[in-house]
């Protein structure tokens, strides 16, 4: 039997284990996202909006007050007003009634709550679980077998759902999130069985839906507003859609969808101070929805620490796997913050730092993919920056008897590792074989190159990279290091005094590299420069090589906070696939 503080233990790494599954599975989340609306946030919103769990042993108010401003979107603004509830058990014997409570402000959120949404779920759980609950395998199959029964009558619960052949995701997101729960809290955390079977036939679009137009602005906001009542609010928000008002003290967390945001923001401003502002645009997502590419077989993961974002994964159909950064307090998988966020924290002198994801989380990541696809190449972040490679070759050793995952040290960060993941996932999707993906990887690591300019030099000191002696030094004789990410590691390969000089050492390099004709693949990273990387290095390197396929891409977010703002890189393919 467990002591009182070791189960107390055991209860938080069980809430920290249901998010990470539940992070892992995101993308499959956003794959199946119909209703209300076929925009493919579902998996982004709830892992946002629940990533404050990962502090669960902080205190339960300070808690509350971050998944209230976190909370994103329909489902995660609902799941945030259950957990808010959930998250206050101290022990297993409060769970029940935490259910209970939770499930009862997740239906008091919503204007329009329905049957069939994760809000069926919330109330299998709070009816299934018992107030003494022994958290054995029988005991989890039970909650789980009900749970599992719930997602699966989402199906026909909604119109829209049936005409999709597919489970509500945010329904799918809350099991998942409870599967992992309740496994880690019986100390099986292995065991979960995998979601593509469990679900079998539910998790792919038919090829006859058609997703609806939609136009119009997804907002997420807090506003302080302590002298107004919820219905003052609700006067407001009331010729909106899909509208949740959730109050807290003297905030109000509100959701809706828009034909007129600057509308919404004017009336909200005239009431109190805004703390925070999301808006994202339904067309756009429902477009970008209808285009991404979930359909093949074969699957290409690589690390976020390469130049690639969320957008660029949803797009050309490949998994992210993230590390995480912190700013001051926050802490969030790398891209899930905004960069401007992070390079003006980092102007301000507040700390920043970056870690992996746990190895639990990565091992979710692994089983998600392998459950999904025939076949997943990893080309994964050189073995000389993380443990990432060695930590998917333990797991691969143990849990992939089919050999479905292919394991690539590239050797490669930042842009490089953005570049040649690119470039093979172009690759993979124009012949979808694998094995002609895995001959072009390994061509494209030993021609791929990068060279990356930094502005100053404090932020490598700041973070041990670079001593402060050096860091002064070099500041005072105003050199700035060129810096190329190796399979031996970030090497130093020359200096520059200003970014004119550092834009000739970039054309020096092309021009050894590339012809003029070539049609090559040449990637431009920018920090908090973007304006200046596009207004100038790229009409020059476009001038050079007209052929060229050139594309604007964000610094990985890891880099950035080891680089500093003013930071900037090229990284080339002389052979890309450019189509």
């Known amino acids: 039997m467990l002591s009182v503080s070791k189960m107390e233990d055991v209860l938080q790494k069980s809430f920290i284990a249901g998010l990470e599954r539940l992070i892992a599975r995101a993308d499959l989340l956003d794959s199946i996202n119909v209703f209300p609306v076929a925009d493919g946030d579902t998996g982004r919103n709830l892992s946002l909006s629940l990533t404050p769990l990962h502090n669960i042993g902080k205190p339960e108010e300070k808690l509350v007050h971050e998944l209230l401003l976190s909370a994103r979107g329909n489902s995660g603004n609902i799941a945030s007003q259950f957990f808010s509830s959930f998250c206050a058990a101290g022990n297993v014997s409060e769970l029940a009634d935490c259910a209970k409570e939770g499930a009862v402000k997740a239906w008091q959120a919503v204007s329009n709550p329905r049957p069939g949404t994760m809000l069926s779920v919330f109330d299998a759980l709070a009816d299934v679980l018992p107030r003494e609950i022994n958290p054995d395998r029988k005991t989890v199959d039970t909650i789980i077998g009900s749970l599992e029964k719930a997602v699966h009558e989402t199906y026909e619960q909604l119109p829209r759902l049936k005409e999709a052949g597919v489970v509500d995701a945010g329904a799918l997101g809350i099991y998942i999130f409870f599967e992992g729960f309740f496994h880690t809290l019986a100390n099986l955390p292995d065991d979960c069985r995998p979601v593509t079977k469990t679900f079998k036939n539910r998790l792919k679009i038919s090829s006859s839906f058609q997703e609806e137009t939609e136009s119009g602005y997804c907002v997420d906001f807090v506003v302080k507003a302590p002298n107004y009542p919820p219905d003052v609010l609700k006067i407001i928000t009331g010729d909106q859609e899909n509208v949740i008002i959730i109050p807290e003290g003297d905030f109000y967390k509100i959701h809706l969808h828009t034909g007129d945001k600057e509308k919404v923001r004017d009336q909200i401003s005239g009431l109190g101070n805004v703390i925070k502002w999301e808006d994202d645009n339904l067309a756009s997502q429902v477009r970008e929805f209808r285009q ?41 998988p790398e891209t899930y913050f905004h960069p401007e966020e992070l390079y003006k924290a980092m102007k301000k002198g507040i700390k920043v730092s970056t870690s992996q994801a746990s190895v639990y989380e990565r091992h979710q990541f692994y089983q998600s993919v392998v459950e999904r696809f025939e076949k997943v190449l990893y080309l994964c972040v050189g073995s000389v920056f993380t443990g990432n490679y060695q930590a998917a070759l333990q797991w691969k050793k143990e849990h992939d008897p089919q050999d479905k995952l292919l394991i690539m040290d590239t050797g490669a960060a930042s842009g490089r590792l953005a570049t040649i993941a690119l470039a093979a996932v172009r690759k993979l999707s124009e012949t979808n074989d694998m094995k002609s993906a895995v001959v072009f990887a390994r061509k494209a690591i030993s021609t791929c190159e990068e060279y990356i300019f930094l502005d100053k030099l404090q932020y490598l000191a700041a973070g041990g990279r670079l001593s402060k002696t050096s860091a002064f030094f070099g500041e005072m004789l105003n050199m700035k290091p060129v810096i190329s990410p190796l399979p031996e590691g970030a090497k130093k390969v020359g200096t520059a005094k200003n970014q004119e000089d550092q834009v000739k050492f970039a054309l020096a390099k092309l021009d050894a590299s590339i012809k003029d004709d070539a049609h090559a693949l040449i990637m431009l990273e920018y920090s908090d420069n973007k304006n200046w990387v596009e207004g100038t290095v790229k009409k020059l390197v476009t001038t050079h090589y007209p052929q060229a396929e050139i594309i604007m891409q964000p610094l990985s977010l890891t880099s950035g906070a080891h680089m500093g703002p003013g930071t900037w890189g090229i990284a080339f393919l002389p052979e890309g696939t450019t189509q």
Do not use: R
Request: hydrophobic share 35%; glycine share 8%.
């Open 292 to 332: 991404s590419n979930t359909a093949q077989a074969f699957h290409i993961m690589t690390d976020a620490a390469g130049s690639l974002t969320n957008q660029d994964a949803k797009q050309y159909g490949f998994t992210l796997l993230n590390s995480y950064l912190t700013i001051g307090e926050k802490c969030l």
